[in-house]
Structure formats: C-alpha cells, structure tokens
C-alpha cells in the first residue's frame, strides 16, 4: 500500500469562479477522486490548515507527496518548506505538478531559479512520449494531446533531469520538457506539466495514468539508510607504502 | 588548428534538379564554405571517391568528421563504416548531421536502431535552446526559425544524450532532441538535425555556427590514450585478510 | 510472471577443474537455483545447443535475458548476436554479468569496445551503493565485501552510464563502475561486474539479490510500440507562414 | 582572460601549527601561485575580509570562483551565500574543493545533505579518470597517486553528477566520485575531492592541472541570457482547432 498525500493550496477554487466551475471541491479532491482506483491509500492537505496540513505525524506517514500550488508560494512557510525537503531527501516521494514549479520545496530542492516562459491563451498542447520502456510512461500512448491548456516555454531553469519523459508542443511555437525525473538522497522526485487551473486537466484519463505512474515510481525504495560521517576501515592501511 | 573532413554522399545534388537548385556545388562544397571563416583547416570527401575519400591517411589526420547522407546509406562499405566507428573511439570527433542519423557509422556508434517519424511539406521549424551554458550553444539565440523543413519527430530511437542542446518544435505538431551529445570511447559526437536537401539550411548563419560549434567542442581533448588489458597492482595485495 | 532466460556459454566448467569444482552443474545451473525463490519462471540456454539456445520462440518468450560467457565470444554467431540485440531494442530486457563485457550482443549495444583492465590474484572487491533509491540497490547494503575476485579496472570503455549503482574498490588500487543501466530502444540493459568463473560469487546471497533487483527493473514495460515512419500532421500547416 | 578569485576561510592556518607549516600564507595563496602560469587573472577573498571578500563589484567581475572552506561554514553569512549561488545560475563558474562539500552555496546548488564518510588517518589516495575525452582530463594521467590524504567515501548525498570524471579508491577500502560537474542555470560547477589542510596536495602539480582545467571548464559560455515571463507566439493559434 502506498501513502499518498495530495496538498493543494486551495486558494483559486475559493477566489475565482473560473477555476471554481472546473473543481468546486479543489483540484485536491479532483485528483484523489481521479486516482481512487489505484489502490492508493490518500490523504489530502491545504495551505489553510495548520501546518499546511503537514505536520510532522503527516509527513512521517506519507510514502509521496503530490503538490500543487501557484499563487500563494510565498505563504508557504520556510519551515514546512525545509520539512519537505528534508523528507524528500530522506525518501519521501514527491510529485511536483505544472504551477508547483515555482513552489518552495521544489526550489529547494533543484538549487536554480525554476523560471520559464508562459502564456495563458488556452491553445493546444501536445505531450509526446521521448522514454517508452520508462515506468512512467508504462500504458500511454506516444502522445497526449490537450485541446486546451496553458503554454510553459523554454529554458526552463532546472538542472539537466536525470530522466526525461515527456516534451510538450506548443501551438505557439514552444516546446517544454514536461516530464522530468530527479534524485535527492534516498527520494525520487517527478515533475509533470500540465494542470492550469482553468482546464479539466486533471479529469483526463492520460494524465491520471502519468501521475498514478509517477506516485508508483516514486514509491521509496526501502534501502538501508546511508551512514554518514567517521568511519573505520575495512582494509588494513599501510598510510601509502607502494608495492 | 583543427582538421575538418567533411564528407557528403553528394548524390542527390547529381540526380535530383531541386536539390541541384539548392547546393548546385554538393552540400559538402556549401558547408565547407560556410565554415570557411572558423579557422579549420577542411578538406571534403564524397562516397564516390575511391575509399569514399576516407582512406586510413585521411581519416589519420581528421580531427573533427562531418557527415551527410540519405539516400545512399547501404552503399557505405562496411569496411569504411567500421574504420570511422574505430577512429570515434579512438579520438576523432564526428558531427552528424539530418538524415545521417540512419546512417551506417552512426547506428553502430549508437547501438539502436535509429529510427523517427518524419514528413516532407516544407513545414516551420523552431529550434529552443535547452542547455544555455553548453560551449554548442556559445552565441546563438534563444531559439532559431527555419521558416521550411523536412520534420522529424519523437520518438527518435537513440540512446539517452549525454546532454540535450537544441528541441524542436514544428508547426504540425511534433517535437524533437535536435541537438545531442554523445561519448564514445575517447571520442565526441553531435548529431545535429537541420538540413534537409531542398532547403538551404546549410546557408543558414545561426544553423553555422551551431555546426562550427560542435567541430569546436568535438575536436579530441589530448589525453594519454587509456590502457587496458592485464595490470599490476599499485598496492600490495593481502588476498583479502581483513583488518 | 517474469520469464527469464539464463545463458552461458558453459565452456570453462567443462575443461577446467578448477571452475568445475566450484559450479559443477554450470553457472547457469548455479544461477538458476540460486534465483529460484524470486518466483521467475526460468530457463536455461548454452553456447552447444542448436542456435545457442537462443531459438526466435526462445527469446520472443524471454522478457529478461541474462548473460555470461568469457572464452569463446567468437563462437556466438553473428546471426544470434543481431537477434539478441534486436530483440532488446524491443524490449527483452537484458542482465550482463563480468565478463559479458566483452560479448557480442553487449558490444553491438553499447557502441564502443568496452575493453578495461584486469589481473586474476584473487584479491578483495569491496563493492559500494552510490545509488540508494534505485529499485535494483532494494534490501542491499551499503557496500557487499567479495574476500575473492578478479579485479576489472577503469577506464571501462562504455557510454556513461544512464544510471550507476554500484562502484568497485579493488585491494591492488583500482576502481571500476561496476553496476550500470542502460536504455536501447524500448529495453533496459543492467551491466553487474561480479562473478569470475573460479569464485563461488554467484552463490553470494546479496550479489544474487542484486542480479534478482536487475531481473525485476530490466522487466518490460507494456507501453504502445513506438510508431516510425511518414506521418500525418495532428494540427493544420501554414507552411510557415508567421503571426 | 579568465577573471578567477580564490576564495579560502582561512582559519586552520591560522591556528593550527600542522596546518600553518604546510600552508604558511593559506591555501589561497599556494593555489594562486601554483596556478600562476595558466594565463588567469587571479585575485583571493577570505572569510575576515568585509562580506568575506566577495563584494558585488568582486562577484560581478568574476568568472570563476573557486571555494575552500572547511571549519568556518557556519560563519559565511546567508546574504553571501545567496549573492553566490544567484551569480552561478546566472554564469559564474563554481570550482568547490574538498571540504567545500558542505559549504551554504555548494548546499543551496545541490538541494542535497551533501553528506558522506570520512576517516583522517592519512591513507593513500589513488583518482582514476573515468572520462578521457572530458576537457577537465586534458593532460592528466589514467590516474593520480597522493600518497597521504584524509579519506571521504560513498555514500555522498549530491545529485547524480552530469558528468563524471574521477573516481577515487582509498587504501581502507573506500570509493568516492571525486571529480563531478554540474550545471545551474548558465553556471557550471565543478566538485574536485582531494585537499586536505594537513597534506601538500595543493603543491601537486597534477592536482593543480586538474583544477587549472576546471577553471578552464566553468569559464561562462556567452550566450545570450535566457528570456522568461509572458512570451509572445511565434506561430498563429487556433486554439486547438485540429485539422
């Protein structure tokens, strides 16, 4: 079984009607609905609880975290943020969708700005499949088209992934890599692109399929954790007389 | 100064009026005098040519190979293919260029089967920069527009790239890793996709310098050549007695 | 259900005492046994038998093949090779063990001539986890000690590795990258050094672990087959006719 | 002309006599002198120095900064921290030695503990260059002996390298990737292991080639500096409207 813990910061769905006809109950619920039948054990958490709904007995209980956020980043506080992080560094999935980019924690945890193009105009987006025998892309076809979605450009500032998954067309021109893999101590990290708030994204099967696929990806692997620090040897040392 | 061979199959230049039209001298002879101002000491070599131009002398005293091909892949020796294959691992860098991706040397520099999606209706093609900080990207913008191409699309069948310099976006929907870098024994390649033989590509400044580019980032590093087979130790060995 | 092949060559147990003594069935029979609880369904194939054992049913019924051979490379013929590597293009996944380095079927792969050093005295590896979230370091220690081995040494002339697990400490001084992936078409490759032929290493439960975690990983992913060739535009061409 | 400024805390030679009688003027100075012949414009900054030596305008006119610290990490202030980790993303080459494993700017960039085992028993060190054809190799020997050297072995919590390009064996037993580059934003950095404050490693003359090479390395490629934000289409939308 694999704990997943889904966080929105839940603050479009509340403001904007827009976004509130697409997911009246927040783009958590949508996703937890979505992902009902994977078998997956799912908690959600928002910005307004306290601790973010991440609190320590959360986080310690989760196996991966799925984030969303785009307008209140700031309000995320740097101590959840560094909880985070850490978490993933000790295992902890996490799974970092479209507007998350720019979130704390996955700053953080990639070391550079994040940054890239945008543009809102709701045209086509086209997400082909650059890594076919990837578990990731373990059921999906070579391409998912989206009729309408936010555009997001390159250079995106992250490191080189160590996996790349997807890359997006734009009808604008653009391309984006959009599914991006990384490793940070004992924790695997995904990052998925699509997902603008104003969109039924997050109803799509195909993208349902990659996210699922990515939770199960991200699952920790249950390795002995690392030993760090003053170590014996395990050979005799002679302090460098050569043969 | 680095020595550039740059090798063409130069056959439909003879037989085809359109691409005569294009590069009536061969699209060895354009590149060559495209290059003309980086400082290279080029020579040209075309699969006609005895050894199609690649004797042992010749490929001997080639720091950088540059190669075209398409139509004519099957009429590549396999003794010549191999000897380039050899000279890479050995040290000699290659830069290949569109429809020399099926071409003999490369696939068995790849060990895959090479193969894309493609289509020739002369559609817009938009090359984004992905790895700013690349010496393959040294000077060249954000993106690059060539306003008619033959499009290849994903899935390419290559392995992972070392790095990833160039994706392209193309007007019917499709994108592709358009500049990539491979390690090969001691050896450099760039595949490089623009350049389809009705389009003049090749006079293109920014397409150039991207080609002068990867010449500059594949000429050999001169290390000392790595040594293999049967070695003493450098430390004595206790066959295993633990401290 | 995972249907793996084992392949040996089966040469050495049978003219030479000193590896017989160790596995008098074969290493494929060692092999075989010591993977019998992972619940696989397992065969076995040999150098003797018609088309090495590696019949187009055979392998189109294999979903990972495992390899060790070490003397009599140039006996596999150059028919099965292509076949071999063909069919992990397609998927098969692939386990090549020490001195497969140097196979056939490993070398058409990797593109390079995967040479490196060696000395047989018998010295101590110690092999480290650099990779502790990988599925294939799953239950493995931080580092497995082998009291006995061949030494293999860098520069191993291979591609970069898409992925390293494990690296090597040898008593005489040397290093050597030592668990290693690779993606080539749609298969996965798992390169793991351990396991000359006069050493009871494949009775070592951790270094079993290993080849069980690589089985497992090399497995393939059910994805749509990519589709090559001329294609249709998903989305109306201008022929570059700007905004 | 490459603009390098050293930067060292300076405080182990200061206050311990064994370190003092290796490096009497600090470790800046004897790596400014060893690398006086490389044709750089070398300048040093130390920890006492007002904002450590690395005020903006020093910042703003270096190209690469090469970072030794070891006892003091705690005392470089957030604010510089900061200032140097945004200077690498936007193109200053980071060359970070030994100890500077777990410098702040050094954390910032990677988003990893940056942990590892250590043992200062003074055993011999041996690097293998595992990637001959990488400009930092350029000249340097399949390996490098130090003869005496405090030992730092896997595993070490850093992002997988984008390129490796040595690995050490310890005598007690250890491997450690002790030569690792990456890339932030337009930025590279280059992670060399060796240089303990009580050993003379910074006088070898190997070592100093290697980090003469690095500097080389992480010298910034002048692209043209990445666009973000609200970006126009290149190409008209339909919004969707397929063929």
Known sequence: MIYVT????FVHEKIHDEVKAVYPEGIHTALAEGLSGEGFAIRTATLDEPEHGLTEEVLNS?????WWGHMAHDRV???ITQKVAQRVQQGMGLVVLHSGHFSKPFKALMG???D???REVGEQEILWNVNPSHPIAHGVNASIILAHEEMYGEFFDIPEPDELVFISNFEGGEVFRSGCTFRRGEGKIFYFRPGH?????YYNKEILRVIANGVNWAN???TLKPVFGNSE???AINKGILV
């Open 112 to 114: 550079t700005s994040c």
């Open 220 to 222: 920790p692997v249950h």
């Open 6 to 9: 889904i966080w929105n910061e």
């Open 197 to 201: 708030e104003t969109y039924p994204t």
């Open 116 to 118: 890239l193009k945008w």
């Open 77 to 79: 506080s740097d101590e």
């Open 233 to 235: 040897p395990i050979r």
């Open 62 to 66: 989760t196996d991966v975290l799925i």
